[in-house]
C-alpha cells in the first residue's frame, strides 16, 4: 500500500493486536508480523515506523525472541516492555530480574528532561496511571538514551533518543487502564516519527479498487465467495465497484445457515446488489462430507474443501474465474496462529483451504477489523442493516453444533437460535450485543415433561458484547428474558429439555464453542 506504514513486531505479546488498532484509531495504517517474519517484511516494504510489542518471555532466556536492530536502524522505533527490553539490551544496555515485579496498575514518575519543543513521550501526560505486566527490567539505559519516567521499583519505566529515533516504555500504552496511553502512541507516531493522520476508510477503498484492477487485469474474473455475512457481502461490494460484472458472486447454501437465512441472502443479492449472482443448493453434498466427523478442527477443513469443490463442480457456468476473493478479516488470521502467536482455530478462509486449489486467492479485506469493515461497507452505500449484523462464522452452525452434524441436529439449533434471536430483538435488548447464538451439546440431560421422564438435549445461548471479537464478554441479558426465552424452545423446540446461558468471558474462553 502506498500510504504510510507502520510495522508492529509480535513477539508473543497478549496486547500486541490491540497496539495496530490503537495505530490505526490515530489515523495511520499498521500491519503486525511474527518476529522471525520481520526480516522479510522490512526489506521488502520499508515500513515508516516500528513498534515492537510485549511478549511472555524473558529477554534473559536463550532462544527468547531476538530482532538485528541494524534492520531498522534510522527507522523510529518505540520498544513497549519486551520490547524496551530488547531495544536495551541489544543497543548495549542493561536488564536484570525485577526484584519486585509490576503487575497491574502503578503510578508514573515523570522526569521532565527536555524542553519545551522536544518533549519526551511522557513529558507532561494529562494522567499517569499505567498499566505493568513483567519480571524484567532496564536497569541501565544504552549511550545516547535519557530515562524519562520511573515508578517505585522500576528504575526506566521510560527511555527516549531523539538522534537515533529509538524510544521505549516499560509500560502498556495500548491497553485502556493506561489513561493516557493513546496520547504516548499519538506523540511517538507524530511528534518522533514524522507521520501524518491518512488512513481512512475512503483511501482504503480507493487503494484496494487500484490493487485489485490491477492483479485481476482488464478480462480477469473472480469468483467472490458470499454467505450474506458482513465480511464477504463488504467484500463483494468491493469487487463490484472495482471490476464490475466480472465480480461473479457465488452462494453456497451448504444447509448451515441459520433459519431462513438462504433465501434472504438470494433476495439481498439479486435484489440490492445487482450482482452477478449463481446459487447452488450443496446441501447434500456437505452434510455426506460432514457424517461421522466431530472434531472441530476436522469439520472446518472438510467445509473448507467442500467450498472448492463446489466451485470445481460448476467450473463450467464460472467458466473464467481464475481468482477466488473471501471476506477474511485480520481476527480470523490472528487467531488461525503464525509463528508467535497460538493456533486458536483454523477459521476455514484462512487454514481451510486445500493446498491443491488451483484458484489464485484475493483477501481485500484481510487487515481490517470489524469495526472498519462496517465502516467500509458504508462508504460503499451498504444499508445499516445489512452492515450493522452480527458476525457469522464460515462454517455456520457446524461449529455450533459440538458432535456429528446432521440435517435433525441443525434444525434444532436454527429452532432455538431464531426464537432467541427474535426475542432479543422484540425486548430492545440486542443492542449492543456483538454476537448471539445457540449451541448444541452433545451430551442428552434427564428432564420431566407432561409427567414423562425425557432425556434430550440442552441449547446453550450465548450473546458477547465485544468491539473486535479479540476480546469480549458475556452480555448482561435480563433473568426474566433469559427464563422467558428457555420456557419457548423448551416448549416449541422438539428434541430439546434444558437450556443454559454461558457467562464465559473471552479469554479465557472463545465466541464461538467449536
Not at 533518543?161 to 521505549?168: A, C, I, V, W
Request: overall charge negative; charged content about 25%; aromatic content about 8%.
Amino acid at each position: 500500500m502506498s500510504q504510510q506504514r507502520v510495522l508492529v513486531i509480535d513477539f508473543g505479546g497478549q496486547y500486541s493486536q490491540l497496539i495496530v488498532r490503537r495505530v490505526r484509531e490515530l489515523g495511520v495504517f499498521s500491519e503486525m508480523v511474527a518476529w522471525p517474519d520481520a526480516p522479510k517484511s522490512i526489506a521488502g516494504n520499508r515500513p515508516d515506523a516500528v513498534i515492537l510489542s510485549g511478549g511472555p518471555r524473558s529477554v534473559l532466556e536463550v532462544g527468547s525472541p531476538n530482532l538485528d536492530f541494524a534492520l531498522i536502524e534510522g527507522i523510529p522505533t518505540l520498544g513497549i516492555c519486551y520490547g524496551q527490553q530488547l531495544m536495551a539490551l541489544r543497543l548495549g544496555g542493561e536488564v536484570k530480574p525485577a526484584d519486585h515485579r509490576e503487575y497491574g496498575l502503578r503510578n508514573l514518575k515523570v522526569l521532565s528532561t527536555v524542553g519545551a519543543g522536544n518533549r519526551s513521550l511522557v513529558d507532561g501526560l494529562p494522567a499517569t496511571e499505567v498499566w505493568m505486566s513483567h519480571g524484567d527490567q532496564v536497569m541501565r539505559v544504552p549511550d545516547g538514551f535519557t530515562v524519562t519516567a520511573t515508578t517505585d521499583t522500576c528504575p526506566v519505566a521510560g527511555m527516549d533518543n531523539d538522534q537515533s529515533r529509538m524510544y521505549g516504555v516499560q509500560f502498556h500504552p495500548e491497553v485502556t487502564h493506561t489513561a493516557s496511553g493513546n496520547e504516548v502512541l499519538r506523540r511517538f507516531l507524530f511528534e518522533k516519527a514524522g507521520l501524518s493522520a491518512t488512513w481512512t476508510s475512503e483511501n482504503f477503498i480507493d487503494e484496494e479498487i487500484e490493487r485489485v484492477r490491477s492483479l485481476v487485469g482488464p478480462t480477469g474474473k473472480v469468483l467472490c465467495a458470499v454467505s450474506g455475512g458482513v465480511d464477504s457481502s463488504v467484500m463483494a461490494a468491493l469487487l463490484i465497484k472495482a471490476i464490475g460484472d466480472r465480480a461473479v458472486c457465488v452462494f453456497v447454501d451448504h444447509g448451515l445457515l441459520r433459519k431462513n437465512e438462504a433465501k434472504q441472502v438470494v433476495d439481498m443479492f439479486s435484489g440490492q446488489f445487482h450482482a452477478n449472482l449463481h446459487a447452488f443448493d450443496e446441501r447434500d453434498r456437505f452434510f455426506g462430507a460432514l457424517k461421522g466427523i466431530t472434531d472441530p478442527e476436522t469439520k472446518r477443513k472438510t467445509i473448507g474443501e467442500q467450498f472448492v469443490r463446489v466451485f470445481e463442480a460448476h467450473a463450467n457456468e464460472l467458466e473464467g474465474c481464475n481468482f477466488l476473493a473471501q471476506g477474511t478479516l485480520y481476527p480470523d488470521v490472528i487467531e488461525s496462529g503464525s509463528s508467535t502467536a497460538a493456533k486458536i482455530k483454523t477459521h476455514h478462509n484462512v487454514g481451510g483451504l486445500p493446498e491443491w486449489m488451483n484458484l489464485k486467492l484475493i483477501e481485500p479485506l484481510r487487515w481490517l477489523f470489524k469495526d472498519e469493515v462496517r465502516n467500509v461497507g458504508r462508504k460503499l452505500g451498504l444499508g445499516d442493516e445489512l452492515v450493522d449484523r452480527e458476525p457469522f462464522p464460515g462454517p455456520g452452525l457446524a461449529v455450533r453444533i459440538l458432535g456429528e452434524v446432521t440435517p435433525e441436529r441443525v434444525a434444532i439449533v436454527q429452532d432455538a437460535d431464531y426464537i432467541f434471536r427474535s426475542v432479543l430483538k422484540e425486548q430492545g435488548l440486542n443492542r449492543g450485543i456483538w454476537q448471539s447464538y445457540a449451541a448444541l451439546l452433545d451430551v442428552r440431560s434427564v428432564g420431566v415433561m407432561g409427567d414423562e421422564r425425557t432425556y434430550e438435549h440442552p441449547i446453550v445461548l450465548r450473546a458477547v458484547e465485544s468491539q473486535d471479537a479479540m476480546t469480549a464478554r458475556a452480555a448482561n441479558i435480563p433473568f426474566e428474558a433469559l427464563e422467558h426465552i428457555a420456557t419457548r424452545i423448551v416448549n416449541e423446540v422438539a428434541g430439546v429439555n434444558r437450556v443454559l446461558y454461558d457467562l464465559t468471558s473471552k479469554p479465557p474462553a472463545t465466541i464461538e464453542w467449536e
